[in-house]
């Protein structure tokens, strides 16, 4: 149901013209692409898929979804609303669904067969987290990119009832530890700095070793590109 690609693909760019003998009154460039997700088609597989996921380096490339009235639906259904233990890549009512949010927040098992979320533990290596640092989001007329910024164990709180975000401060202050975790497990660009203004996406797993039952693995991304398409 989707047309998939392993790169996004780049918007055209009309070329200046000299200016002057440009015509003021020609319209402005055409910066849209084509979206490689088939939403219309999807729609009609489950109306509740909104987004499309990609993590270039992993097995993630699945739809996203968000049920309309049950916050755990899909950790017991897939995107096929078929009763399933892997489930589907989700995020929950307390977020919009347009990713306008400081904080979104998309869940996924940690399948043994590396599906949904399971590959999200590869940032967790040092080498592969320096050499990937890019996700991408896709949605009815938009292509998100946001730049990974940082990787760590994390309790299991539920993050969205715990943080008042539309306090400016309590963004402000969960941002400067997203940015710089303190974390026995975690890996972080130093480079990174977060304004009050910036919209992060959080992706959150499960970890594999029983011990850490009630840890979470989450991986952080910034959106840095907003993308219009066909």
Same mark, same amino acid.
């Given at each position: 149901? $989707?047309? %998939? @690609?392993?790169?996004? !693909?780049?918007?055209? #760019?009309?070329? *200046?013209? &000299?200016?002057?003998? $440009?015509? %003021? @009154?020609?319209?402005? !460039?055409?910066?849209? #692409?084509?979206? *490689?997700? &088939?939403?219309?088609?999807?729609?009609?597989?489950?109306?509740?898929?909104?987004?499309?996921?990609?993590? *270039?380096?992993?097995?993630?490339?699945?739809?996203?979804?968000?049920?309309?009235?049950?916050?755990?639906?899909?950790?017991?259904?897939?995107?096929?609303?078929?009763?399933?233990?892997?489930?589907?890549?989700?995020?929950?009512?307390?977020?919009?669904?347009?990713?306008?949010?400081?904080?979104?927040?998309?869940?996924?098992?940690?399948?043994?067969?590396?599906?949904?979320?399971?590959?999200?533990?590869?940032?967790?290596?040092?080498?592969?987290?320096?050499?990937?640092?890019?996700?991408?989001?896709?949605?009815?007329?938009?292509?998100?990119?946001?730049?990974?910024?940082?990787?760590?164990?994390?309790?299991?709180?539920?993050?969205?009832?715990?943080?008042?975000?539309?306090?400016?401060?309590?963004?402000?202050?969960?941002?400067?530890?997203?940015?710089?975790?303190?974390?026995?497990?975690?890996?972080?660009?130093?480079?990174?700095?977060?304004?009050?203004?910036?919209?992060?996406?959080?992706?959150?797993?499960?970890?594999?070793?029983?011990?850490?039952?009630?840890?979470?693995?989450?991986?952080?991304?910034?959106?840095?590109?907003?993308?219009?398409?066909?």
């Amino acid at each position: 149901a $989707a047309k %998939q @690609t392993q790169d996004t !693909p780049l918007p055209v #760019v009309e070329q *200046p013209s &000299d200016a002057a003998g $440009a015509d %003021q @009154t020609d319209p402005q !460039p055409d910066l849209r #692409v084509d979206n *490689p997700i &088939d939403f219309p088609a999807l729609k009609l597989e489950n109306q509740d898929i909104y987004a499309w996921i990609y993590i *270039p380096g992993t097995k993630v490339n699945h739809p996203v979804v968000q049920h309309i009235n049950d916050d755990y639906y899909y950790l017991t259904h897939n995107r096929y609303n078929q009763a399933s233990p892997e489930g589907a890549i989700y995020s929950q009512m307390a977020n919009n669904t347009d990713f306008s949010d400081p904080v979104t927040i998309l869940y996924g098992h940690n399948n043994i067969n590396e599906a949904m979320f399971s590959t999200l533990h590869y940032f967790g290596n040092e080498e592969f987290f320096a050499a990937n640092d890019t996700f991408y989001i896709y949605t009815p007329g938009r292509i998100l990119t946001y730049r990974i910024f940082s990787a760590y164990l994390y309790d299991d709180r539920h993050i969205l009832n715990s943080f008042d975000f539309k306090k400016p401060n309590v963004v402000l202050d969960y941002f400067a530890f997203v940015a710089q975790p303190d974390s026995l497990l975690v890996n972080a660009r130093p480079d990174t700095k977060l304004t009050v203004s910036d919209k992060i996406v959080q992706l959150s797993t499960c970890m594999s070793d029983p011990l850490q039952a009630n840890s979470r693995f989450l991986v952080n991304g910034v959106l840095i590109d907003d993308q219009p398409t066909y």
